[in-house]
């Protein structure tokens, strides 16, 4: 399985940005789809971002047009470029890895806007 390891959370003030990043291991990294989900307090999980191995993007209607993911296989990343942030974005934000049966999550990173 692949290892996640998520980066750039923060504390950030409504309508500002933040860039998140998730550092995968493995050699095969271009082969997984990737996603990233949040988790807010009280609230359902919930898919924000995908990228396919062949670089197709999805989003939630809920950030479509402010949040971008991107990925560079030759470092292993997947980010999340988070842009006009709401207090509703707060969450754990985790990144997701999907080859086959293969599922991997990393161990999330908080972000939370607030003024």
């Known amino acids: 399985q692949v290892q996640l390891v998520e980066s750039g959370g923060g504390l950030v003030q409504p309508g500002g940005a933040l860039r998140l990043s998730c550092a995968a291991s493995?050699?095969?990294?271009?082969?997984?789809?990737m996603y990233w989900y949040r988790h807010a307090t009280g609230k359902q999980r919930e898919l924000v971002a995908a990228?396919?191995?062949?670089?197709?993007?999805n989003y939630a209607v809920s950030v479509k047009g402010r949040f971008t993911i991107s990925r560079d296989n030759a470092k292993n990343t997947v980010s999340l470029q988070m842009n006009s942030l709401k207090p509703e974005d707060t969450a754990v934000y985790y990144c997701?890895?999907?080859?086959?049966?293969?599922?991997?999550w990393g161990q999330g990173t908080q972000v939370t806007v607030s003024s």
């Open positions: 997701d890895a999907v080859l086959g049966r293969v599922d991997s």
């Open positions: 990228i396919t191995s062949g670089g197709s993007t």
């Open positions: 493995g050699n095969i990294f271009s082969m997984y789809a």
